[in-house]
């Protein structure tokens, strides 16, 4: 087994304080001047298309994807693949479609959407909901898998040093972005992003060249696809014992359209950077250059998984690795997956090359921690403390309210992150525990937006409704992929909020219905043809592998 050498610590040293004095650098401020609640939570609404596009990556791509989804790809196969495929399409919509109402409308916080369109009592609600939701699925999963990784890669891999890395990488996000707020998140991020895509092909690279006995990366690649070729096809038939994961055809027009849209178009740590835009056109480039980096991402966190599951399974014509069945299985005979990737770091990558890559992981890591950080504490000072706690009327208070959330959240995530050691793929299990939630939120943002009839009083019985129906769902006798459940969920409580608003509404429009003149969805031609590639690309990925 490799193991880290001084070269391989000075390199990851060395990217330590590079991300420290940037972060550091971008969070200062004129003498004599303060921060102001625009310049910490939204970067002054300055960032440029590429900074936005790279720091949306950054904080999507984290330990979920590099450890988690790589696990998935060890399980199921290139299938898994598609919430990234989907993910570009989705962003393309997002752009057109919502950003310029959201822009429109001033927003710091998407729960500021809620209060404009319905009222205080259901912005409250949600904003107490995905204050929870951040610290204890996001914060704590990310927390729990990055020092999962590092113990695999560094430790020995048995969990002794699992809380030091936890402790550490906390501490590592914290340095810049409590201090910093967005601006020092977004700017980081762009060095991240370049960092883990390097780190991640490096990776994928060298792993595909140890895959046979002869080496070589076209070798290996033809290898793994000759002989797992069933886990480079989608998921079609139901007696494939990954369909309750991905069910087939409702891939593509069902439920992972409101997994997808949930998080790309109404996840706070997600659409902060496009609201801290320069303008609305350099917002959407940069949500179409975001697209473009997600339809590579398999290639770097599916790919690797593959690899493993073929070194871990040894049909013939595979390098023979040494220990590799006891490194992968459990005393009680399952399959760790969630260790594919850094097992691949720890066992092939060479000296000087394993500290950069293991600062890109540590890059994918942090940036999502520093991100989901931000956006705690923005909807928490923003429609928490601001409206309910503040005393002082000139704002003056709320980014020292803003620093102190950070840290709170981060101690609360550090303590809580341990439980999460008994789940098996982390990646399905984030998409399962949030898909009981995501629907009915969704089914109150679209018909807040499309809808003008639709009612408060309509949205808070629609998305109160809506957990004991994804509940009842799961429930039923006959077992339903949780994929389809998010959809029939969301589906049904759109009907609720559409009949609530028959009975109670008072006039054809709501009086907070939004404007929507055609005008504002009109895009520029880069973006366009940025959308029409993004698509064609799409076309060409499920002919070949569907």
């Known amino acids: 087994m490799g193991t880290f050498h001084t070269l391989d610590y000075i390199i990851f040293t060395a990217y330590g304080l590079l991300i420290l004095s940037v972060g550091l650098w971008v969070s200062r401020t004129k003498k004599g001047t303060k921060k102001s609640a625009e310049d910490y939570f939204l970067a002054g609404k300055s960032l440029p298309f590429w900074a936005i596009g790279a720091s949306l990556i950054a904080a999507n791509i984290s330990a979920e994807q590099f450890i988690g989804m790589s696990g998935s790809g060890f399980a ?40 404009r369109r319905y009222n205080t009592n259901l912005k409250t609600i949600l904003a107490i909901f995905w204050v929870s939701l951040f610290i204890f699925v996001n914060l704590t999963s990310v927390l729990y898998l990055g020092a999962t990784a590092l113990d695999t890669i560094l430790g020995n891999g048995d969990g002794s040093m699992r809380m030091n890395f936890i402790i550490g990488l906390a501490l590592f996000a914290a340095a810049y972005s409590i201090w910093g707020g967005l601006s020092a998140v977004a700017w980081t991020d762009v060095i991240q992003v370049v960092l883990l895509v390097i780190g991640g092909l490096i990776t994928t690279m060298i792993a595909l060249h140890h895959v046979t006995p002869d080496g070589g990366i076209l070798a290996g690649a033809d290898h793994i696809y000759s002989t797992a070729g069933e886990k480079f096809n989608m998921i079609l038939k139901r007696d494939n014992p990954e369909f309750m994961n991905l069910p087939g055809i409702g891939v593509l027009i069902g439920g992972m359209w409101v997994a997808n849209l949930y998080y790309w178009g109404f996840n706070q740590y997600i659409i902060q950077r496009a609201l801290a835009a320069k303008s609305l056109k350099e917002a959407q480039k940069g949500l179409a250059f975001a697209a473009f980096l997600k339809l590579l991402l398999p290639v770097f966190v599916v790919i690797p998984g593959i690899i493993a599951y073929v070194m871990f399974t040894q049909p013939e014509g595979t390098a023979i690795i040494e220990n590799i069945r006891s490194d992968f299985t459990r005393a009680d005979g399952s399959i760790v997956y969630d260790i594919s990737y850094p097992w691949l770091i720890r066992t092939f990558i060479p000296t000087g090359l394993k500290g950069l890559v293991v600062a890109a992981l540590t890059a994918a890591i942090v940036s999502s921690l520093a991100s ?28 020292f309210v803003g620093r102190i959330a950070v840290m709170v959240a981060l101690a609360i995530a550090v303590f809580v992150a341990p439980v999460l050691q008994t789940m098996p793929q982390m990646f399905q299990y984030i998409q399962e525990y949030t898909g009981v939630v995501s629907p009915g939120i969704l089914a109150v943002f679209l018909m807040g937006l499309f809808y003008k009839k639709a009612t408060s009083t309509a949205a808070i019985l629609g998305v109160i409704s809506s957990i004991p129906v994804a509940l009842a769902l799961k429930l039923l006798p006959v077992e339903m992929p949780f994929l389809d459940q998010m959809f029939y969920t969301c589906i049904i409580t759109m009907a609720v909020i559409a009949m609530v608003s028959l009975v109670t509404a008072k006039q054809d429009e709501d009086p907070k219905a939004i404007a929507l003149p055609r005008e504002i969805f009109i895009t520029g031609k880069k973006f366009n043809l940025s959308a029409y590639a993004i698509m064609i690309i799409l076309v060409a990925l499920y002919a070949v592998f569907w």
Request: hydrophobic share 50%; net charge negative.
């Open 76 to 115: 199921i196969g290139l299938a898994i693949a598609s919430y990234e495929w989907m993910a570009a399409l989705t962003l393309i919509i997002v752009a057109k479609f919502f950003l310029p109402i959201f822009i429109k409308e001033g927003l710091f916080t998407i729960p500021q959407f809620i209060e």
């Open 372 to 399: 989901m950080l931000n956006s705690t504490s923005t909807i928490f000072t923003m429609d928490i403390y601001k409206p309910y706690l503040s005393k002082r009327t000139d704002g003056s208070d709320l980014v």
